[in-house]
């Protein structure tokens, strides 16, 4: 898990605080708990840190107040006023604002666990067009072009079903 | 519509369910969220929409091979009474029981799958049972998932995994979670370090009814917190570990408080009961707490001939809306504490005071 400010080295320090019925975490890693003033906790006012210094603020430079989902009207504001989404496409939408929110808050930023049956083909192809791709860029650059072209009509092959997949 | 209170389970029969170590873990869970692909999420959405995913819902889980004879109903059709005994039976959230029009809750015969509608998320599913048996409501709610995703339209994105309305569920949209009573750390005050080296891995503490409640009767709810970037099966397998750990410390911290301090735990135990035995107005809360107590004097074999599952069973039938169904008037909370008491008294007849010393041998 890395600090929630600076992002770069791994948290040791966390806190918890429970407000009324709500619970906010913190992870910070040593000089920012310091640089915070993350001596005392009874002294330290963890809002401030999670709204005002981390997350929050970040996903507002990110995306601009203006920004709204098409689909549903939410907005970024409403998004700071509750903690939540409007609706599956907010996370396409605000996508760029979270990533940074979601390393904080989870083990990962890709999901690894089950995939719904009718899904699962379409992933698995997706994934194998990531690496096939990755693959042929690579080929091209060291200028091996018969591994390239046949990079190239597996990519082709491939694309034709999963053209709608993400 | 089906009267919530004849489908339930009675409470002596509840408190008779068994599992592995339930002796220290009164019950696993396992939750899943999940959303409709094209609706805003509950919160956001408009009353119409809201009610069209119910209308959406309600079919599809009904028609589940498990669900049969299972009981569904919409929450505006609930009396707060109803809802507040599902919350005490933890069968909804607390959250859930504040619901009203487009929002409801089916739950199957044995009272082991309850699936809520329009709680935070669209579904919010869950298995439960008795004792230490994560992995077996992990595979019971995995297979409940897996039919109603044939039926529905789950919003799911490829590297987001299933998408939830709040950013802290998403993924997996999973939420393992045990219920412990832990009265041996909280006398031997050990808890409080048990907690802080439980969040440092990840996972949260919580109190009896969940977020941001408290720990009443020693008892404690431990769960994951992030959702995103592992697999299910990692999350219950980890949980499965530290729960491990958690019941050999509060199985020492037994051991070593009759080992060094047998007076203080005789001394709270025998308070406990004489309170419980005698009083004549109780409050709930002090109910709970004390209850604990006895049920770690019965853990301890301090109570020749007393069952656990009649303090399971008082810890249930003398919470607020358990009392308040069992009487046919509307009670303050004062009656209710004359009522409690009553009870209480009356149910704790048969059991003797505790000995002063276990029987050897005893846990």
Same mark, same amino acid.
């Given at each position: 898990?890395?600090?929630?400010?600076?992002?770069?080295? *791994? /948290?040791?320090?966390?806190?918890?605080?429970?407000?009324?019925?709500?619970?906010?975490?913190?992870?910070?890693?040593?000089?920012?708990?310091?640089?915070?003033?993350?001596?005392?906790?009874?002294?330290?006012?963890?809002?401030?840190?999670?709204?005002?210094?981390?997350?929050?603020?970040?996903?507002?430079?990110?995306?601009?107040?203006?920004?709204?989902? *098409?689909?549903?009207?939410?907005?970024?504001?409403?998004?700071?006023?509750?903690?939540?989404?409007?609706?599956?496409?907010?996370?396409r939408?605000?996508a760029e604002?979270?990533e940074?929110?979601l390393k904080?808050?989870?083990?990962g930023v890709r999901h690894a666990?089950?995939v719904?049956?009718?899904l699962?083909r379409t992933r698995d192809t997706v994934d194998r067009l990531k690496s096939l791709q990755k693959k042929l860029a690579k080929a091209i650059e060291d200028e091996n072009f018969e591994d390239a072209a046949a990079l190239r009509d597996e990519i082709k092959v491939l694309n034709a079903p999963a053209a709608k997949a993400r | 519509?089906?009267?919530?209170?004849?489908?339930?389970?009675?409470?002596?029969?509840?408190?008779?369910?068994?599992?592995?170590?339930?002796?220290?873990?009164?019950?696993?869970?396992?939750?899943?969220?999940?959303?409709?692909?094209?609706?805003?999420?509950?919160?956001?959405?408009?009353?119409?929409?809201?009610?069209?995913?119910?209308?959406?819902?309600?079919?599809?889980?009904?028609?589940?091979?498990?669900?049969?004879?299972?009981?569904?109903?919409?929450?505006?059709?609930?009396?707060?009474?109803?809802?507040?005994?599902?919350?005490?039976?933890?069968?909804?959230?607390?959250?859930?029981?504040?619901?009203?029009?487009?929002? +409801?809750?089916?739950?199957?015969?044995?009272?082991?799958?309850?699936?809520?509608?329009?709680?935070?998320?669209?579904?919010?599913?869950?298995?439960?049972?008795?004792?230490?048996?994560?992995?077996?409501?992990?595979?019971?709610?995995?297979?409940?998932?897996?039919?109603?995703?044939?039926?529905?339209?789950?919003?799911?994105d490829n590297d987001l995994?299933?998408?939830?309305?709040?950013?802290?569920?998403?993924?997996?949209?999973?939420?393992?979670?045990?219920?412990?009573?832990?009265?041996?750390?909280?006398?031997?005050?050990?808890?409080?370090?048990?907690?802080?080296?439980?969040?440092?891995?990840?996972? /949260?503490?919580? +109190?009896?009814?969940?977020?941001?409640?408290?720990?009443?009767?020693?008892?404690?709810?431990?769960?994951?917190?992030?959702?995103?970037g592992?697999?299910?099966?990692?999350?219950?397998?980890?949980?499965?570990?530290?729960?491990?750990?958690?019941?050999?410390?509060?199985?020492?911290?037994?051991?070593?408080?009759?080992?060094?301090?047998?007076?203080?735990?005789?001394?709270?135990?025998?308070?406990?009961?004489?309170?419980?035995?005698?009083?004549?107005?109780?409050?709930?809360?002090?109910?709970?707490?004390?209850?604990?107590?006895?049920?770690?004097?019965?853990?301890?074999?301090?109570?020749? +001939?007393?069952?656990?599952?009649?303090?399971?069973?008082?810890?249930?039938?003398?919470?607020?809306?358990?009392?308040?169904?069992?009487?046919?008037?509307?009670?303050?909370?004062?009656?209710?504490?004359?009522?409690?008491?009553?009870?209480?008294?009356?149910?704790?007849?048969?059991?003797?005071?505790?000995?002063?010393?276990? *029987?050897?041998?005893?846990?």
């Open positions: 898990m890395l600090c929630s400010v600076c992002k770069e080295k *791994p /948290a040791t320090v966390h806190l918890t605080q429970i407000v009324g019925d709500k619970m906010q975490k913190v992870d910070l890693c040593e000089e920012c708990a310091k640089a915070k003033g993350v001596n005392d906790a009874t002294t330290f006012a963890m809002a401030d840190l999670m709204l005002g210094l981390g997350a929050a603020q970040e996903v507002e430079q990110a995306v601009g107040s203006e920004l709204k989902c *098409p689909r549903c009207g939410f907005s970024q504001a409403d998004f700071k006023k509750t903690g939540r989404l409007g609706c599956p496409l907010c996370y939408t605000f604002g979270l940074g929110l904080t808050m989870h083990k666990g089950k719904p049956e009718a699962r | 519509m089906k009267d919530i209170h004849s489908f339930l389970c009675p409470p002596a029969e509840t408190a008779r369910r068994h599992g592995p170590h339930d002796r220290i873990v009164m019950s696993s869970r396992v939750r899943l969220a999940r959303n409709l692909k094209d609706s805003a999420f509950p919160g956001w959405a408009k009353k119409p929409e809201r009610v069209k995913v119910y209308e959406t819902i309600r079919p599809a889980v009904e028609s589940l091979p498990e669900m049969a004879t299972a009981y569904s109903e919409a929450m505006d059709n609930l009396t707060a009474l109803d809802k507040q005994i599902l919350v005490e039976r933890h069968l909804i959230s607390r959250e859930h029981a504040a619901k009203n029009v487009g929002s +409801g809750v089916v739950l199957n015969r044995e009272e082991t799958l309850c699936v809520m509608i329009n709680e935070e998320d669209h579904l919010r599913m869950q298995a439960l049972r008795p004792g230490l048996q994560l992995r077996q409501a992990w595979n019971a709610i995995d297979h409940l998932d897996s039919e109603l995703e044939k039926k529905l339209d789950y919003a799911f995994g299933y998408l939830t309305a709040c950013p802290t569920n998403l993924g997996t949209g999973i939420r393992v979670s045990a219920m412990l009573h832990l009265p041996g750390l909280v006398l031997a005050e050990q808890i409080n370090p048990i907690i802080q080296s439980v969040n440092k891995l990840g996972l /949260a503490v919580r +109190g009896l009814y969940g977020e941001g409640t408290e720990a009443l009767g020693n008892v404690f709810q431990v769960s994951n917190q992030m959702t995103l592992e697999s299910e099966t990692l999350i219950v397998e980890r949980l499965e570990k530290v729960l491990s750990q958690i019941i050999e410390h509060e199985d020492n911290a037994r051991l070593t408080l009759l080992e060094k301090k047998p007076k203080v735990v005789y001394n709270q135990i025998g308070r406990a009961y004489g309170i419980l035995a005698n009083a004549h107005s109780i409050t709930s809360k002090e109910t709970m707490n004390l209850l604990s107590l006895l049920k770690l004097g019965v853990d301890m074999g301090l109570f020749s +001939g007393a069952e656990r599952s009649l303090v399971d069973e008082l810890f249930l039938v003398t919470q607020p809306a358990h009392l308040q169904k069992q009487l046919s008037d509307k009670l303050s909370a004062e009656e209710r504490d004359l009522l409690r008491a009553d009870m209480v008294r009356d149910r704790l007849k048969g059991v003797n005071r505790p000995v002063a010393k276990p *029987p050897t041998a005893s846990n």
